[in-house]
């Protein structure tokens, strides 16, 4: 099949959606499908164009067998005001859909969502090549700018929001899903139970993997042998509630063998610093991101590995983390809202604990337990494991979604070209 991946983020960008939408193109070039990825100039997490990418408007290049089609991005600076946010995706819009044109007619596209306005170039260069729209829906856009206050409900934005979701769905063959928790709202948005397909995000179980504390390079290098390692290695951003963990930090200032190390952004960090000196909280380390493929050594560094959430995030954010985590054989310490698909994935895996967020107490209260007993730490870190094992593994993804692409070009009414010699 010749398949398009259209997604505002991927290879370099290290968090997020990149690496999965990476490991996807990558995966089904290895099985013999042709593969092209429309995209933006990489800016994530740090929110500026990566200096290798500046002052370019439109660049197409490969990379494991994949073609990158790369358009102009309108980013200003980390922290994006809502006008900056709309002219971030509206130049994505714009811009990308130059690059789709720009190659091989596809059989199937595959679309992620957010960014929401993504649909628009998206169903107009579907109906243009004649060709069906796989959507793939990471969080549902209405309901989070609602919740993390970036519009008030009911006004005219969130109404823009829930009607182009409904569009996208609309145009949409097949609508891919992460968590079966998504299905009743996009029911409730007019979306068919038929036309609704569950593929949970997935981890590469045999690049993140168990590792040994000793010998880690990451501890030696930070003086953290013989500490019990409190790890947050991730975005710091609106959905993200890392006040708590600092505070948290603060109250367990009286056992020096506990060491939190917040592993982020490095225009975050200094935010966090602030808020580390506020709380006199000199047990925590801020670190910036390293290359990915130091990845499973950072994450076998810790003991417990945090996920974190606000209050009011919306029940939909699917952190995907969690998978990363679950495969160290890590611990996880989720601080989350009760009702949200976070608490359901932590709870059903047995691989963690979960508290409620934005309490700093709760937090310390469940950082101290786990301390204090190591054998249900390694328990947890276990369970997770052989979780992640039976049920994120990246080839299981791969078949799935390589048989819904079949299906729905198949169901399109177009030739399925076979795949090409490796």
Not at 35 to 54: A, D, K, L
Not at 99 to 123: E, H, K
Not at 342 to 359: I, L, M, T, Y
Not at 384 to 403: K, P, Q, T
Request: glycine content about 6%; some cysteine; overall charge positive.
């Amino acid at each position: 099949m010749r398949i398009l991946i259209y997604s505002y983020n991927y290879y370099p960008e290290p968090i997020g959606i990149a690496p999965l939408m990476t490991e996807l193109a990558q995966g089904l070039v290895k099985r013999g499908h042709q593969v092209r990825v429309v995209t933006g100039m990489p800016n994530y997490p740090q929110r500026r164009i990566y200096p290798q990418y500046e002052g370019k408007f439109y660049l197409t290049e490969e990379h494991k067998g994949v073609t990158i089609q790369r358009s102009y991005l309108r980013v200003n600076g980390p922290h994006p005001s809502l006008l900056d946010r709309l002219l971030l995706d509206g130049s994505f819009v714009a811009s990308s859909a130059v690059q789709a044109f720009r190659g091989w007619r596809p059989d199937v596209i595959f679309s992620t969502m957010p960014p929401l306005p993504i649909c628009v170039p998206v169903a107009f260069y579907a109906w243009m090549r004649a060709c069906p729209i796989v959507l793939n829906v990471q969080d549902i856009v209405s309901e989070a700018a609602v919740r993390v206050g970036l519009v008030k409900k009911n006004g005219l934005l969130i109404r823009i929001a829930d009607a182009l979701e409904k569009f996208a769905y609309s145009t949409a063959s097949q609508v891919s899903v992460i968590d079966r928790g998504f299905e009743k709202k996009l029911r409730s948005q007019g979306v068919p139970r038929e036309k609704i397909v569950c593929v949970p995000n997935w981890v590469d179980i045999n690049f993140i993997r168990p590792l040994p504390k000793e010998n880690n390079s990451f501890r030696e290098t930070h003086k953290l042998n013989g500490k019990f390692v409190v790890l947050y290695a991730g975005n710091i951003a609106l959905t993200q509630g890392l006040q708590t963990v600092v505070q948290a930090a603060a109250r367990l200032k009286h056992i020096p063998e506990i060491a939190f190390v917040i592993v982020g952004e490095s225009t975050a960090l200094g935010r966090l610093q602030q808020d580390c000196e506020t709380y006199k909280a000199n047990n925590v380390m801020l670190l910036p991101f390293e290359p990915r493929e130091k990845l499973p050594e950072l994450l076998a560094a810790a003991d417990v590995s945090l996920v974190v959430q606000k209050r009011r995030v919306t029940n939909f954010n699917m952190p995907s983390k969690i998978q990363v985590i679950l495969a160290s054989g890590r611990a996880i310490l989720a601080s989350v809202p009760e009702t949200g698909t976070a608490h359901k994935a932590v709870q059903q895996s047995g691989g963690g604990v979960v508290v409620g967020p934005e309490d700093s107490q709760a937090l310390a209260d469940a950082v101290e337990d786990l301390y204090l007993h190591p054998a249900k730490v390694d328990a947890l870190g276990e369970q997770g494991r052989n979780y992640a094992v039976e049920n994120y593994g990246f080839e299981e993804a791969l078949n799935h979604y390589e048989a819904l692409f079949a299906a729905v070009a198949a169901s399109h009414g177009e030739k399925i070209l076979e795949p090409l010699p490796k």
